[in-house]
């Protein structure tokens, strides 16, 4: 009977006595617990970056140091193979140009801000070269940068340097098919100003190539802007009406024309604003395609009209 009774003594005993001596898997996991938390609260030691890696130089992008206008002059490019100045304001004249008057105040060597959707640089101004549209140009108004000259595309440039992170560029998810925003309110104040614009429009189907959004003056608010056409039923390659048109805070109660086509063959892009001058009013950069080509062009807002700067590039 005794014999019988020890092994169930040592069953009862073994469980109490592990769990008051504790045994080593328990002691592991209460360390490796201790570890988890420590790592969570940031127990490990930080690791050291080296800020000669590519990463952290791409991370902290190029020096867009410097003065802005009105303190300096500004010069706003286009880039088509090199930089065409489509807009500028000279300091010392306290004017805006366009063309090779722009072209006169920027020095060879000059540091130059390029950007488009996906790249940032600050390059240098190299000899002066035909943009791909300057064909056979004597004195052409262009430059060419190293970047530009391998190859590399850019929606525009500027100088300053400074200058070009303040520039606002339009998405061009605000343009082409399927990709265009606009309220039914919208529409029908645009078919309103098209009409209103060219009588022979009629009941023709008024379509809207772009509507964007841009803050125009720094209030706050966002203009809005709408590129419209009407085809020609009597000739499908051109336009009854192509224009574009602001509304002013939004405000479609009233749009003004920015411009109209009179060659009956041209659509209207709002590329970009930006404020050559300094005084808190963006000017525009538009752009216009045809069957045949396209142009560039700026335009300045003077009262409740604007007026273009220099004429459009690429002969439009």
């Known amino acids: ?18 769990s008051a001596c504790g045994g080593k898997g328990d002691k592991d996991k209460k360390e490796a617990d201790k570890g988890a938390e420590e790592k969570d609260k940031g127990g490990e030691p930080e690791q050291k970056r080296d800020p000669s890696t590519s990463l952290d130089k791409v991370s902290e992008g190029p020096d867009v140091s410097g003065p802005v206008p009105p303190e300096v002059s500004m010069v706003f490019f286009t880039v088509d193979g090199a930089l065409t100045p489509v807009g500028c304001w000279d300091k010392d004249k306290g004017k805006m140009h366009a063309g090779k008057e722009c072209h006169a105040l920027v020095p060879k060597g000059s540091e130059v801000y390029l950007k488009s959707d996906y790249a940032v640089k600050v390059d240098a101004l190299g000899e002066s070269k035909g943009a791909l549209c300057e064909v056979a140009v004597d004195h052409p108004i262009s430059f060419g940068t190293a970047a530009t000259d391998g190859g590399a595309t850019f929606d525009y440039a500027t100088f300053p340097k400074s200058a070009g992170p303040k520039v606002g560029l339009i998405s061009a998810d605000t343009w082409g098919d399927g990709t265009r925003r606009f309220s039914d309110p919208e529409k029908g104040a645009v078919v309103a100003a098209v009409k209103a614009a060219e009588s022979k429009v009629g009941d023709l189907d008024v379509i809207i190539h772009q509507a964007a959004g841009l803050d125009l003056d720094g209030d706050g608010k966002e203009e809005r802007f709408f590129s419209a056409y009407v085809i020609n039923p009597k000739d499908i390659e051109r336009y009854l009406f192509s224009g574009l048109f602001m509304a002013r805070g939004g ?10 086509d009179k060659s009956s063959s041209q659509i209207y892009k709002l590329r970009a604003g930006a404020d050559l001058d300094g005084d808190g009013v963006r000017e525009l950069w538009l752009s ?14 003077k009262g409740e009209a604007f007026e273009g700067l220099g004429k459009w590039t690429c002969g439009m």
């Open 1 to 18: 009977m005794l014999q019988r009774l020890v092994p169930v003594a040592l069953a009862l005993a073994l469980p109490l006595t592990l």
């Open 288 to 301: 216009t395609a045809t069957s045949e080509g396209g142009g560039d062009r700026m335009y300045h807002l």
């Open 251 to 260: 405000d479609v109660s009233r749009l003004i024309l920015v411009d109209k």
